[in-house]
């Protein structure tokens, strides 16, 4: 059973930075890519991030690129995603999914299995 257990949110400052864990069990984790998404209220699920393990291939959506960094541990099965430069708008409930698809822009979880997230709340 492919499990993922999310941690590492919590309140932070504008400006400020979070590192998010994702670990990760039930599944061969160097075959898979590895995605993080979130959600504000109110607003659609977004694709943040994705990172295929294998060959360490990253993608980020145009909103956080720049700011946030992607990466993985494969002795811990666990994949990073390091925040910095957060803003307001970055406030949401993160959730990371494997395994994930990039195609034309879009990360999507549509057919993996997800956390159940982690709360970034960013004050201004």
């Known amino acids: 059973e492919v499990q993922l257990v999310e941690s590492g949110g919590g309140l932070v400052q504008a400006g400020g930075s979070l590192r998010l864990s994702c670990a990760t069990s039930?599944?061969?984790?160097?075959?898979?890519?590895v995605g993080w998404f979130r959600q504000a209220p109110g607003k659609e699920r977004e694709g943040v991030s994705c990172i295929s393990i294998g060959d360490g291939t990253t993608y980020y959506s145009d909103s956080v690129k720049g700011r946030f960094t992607i990466s993985s541990d494969s002795a811990k099965n666990t994949v990073y995603l390091q925040m910095n430069s957060l803003k307001p708008e970055d406030t949401a409930v993160y959730y990371c999914?494997?395994?994930?698809?990039?195609?034309?822009?879009?990360?999507?979880?549509?057919?993996?299995?997800w956390g159940q997230g982690t709360q970034v709340t960013v004050s201004s």
């Open positions: 039930g599944f061969s984790f160097e075959s898979y890519s």
């Open positions: 999914a494997a395994p994930v698809t990039y195609w034309g822009g879009i990360i999507s979880g549509e057919h993996g299995s």
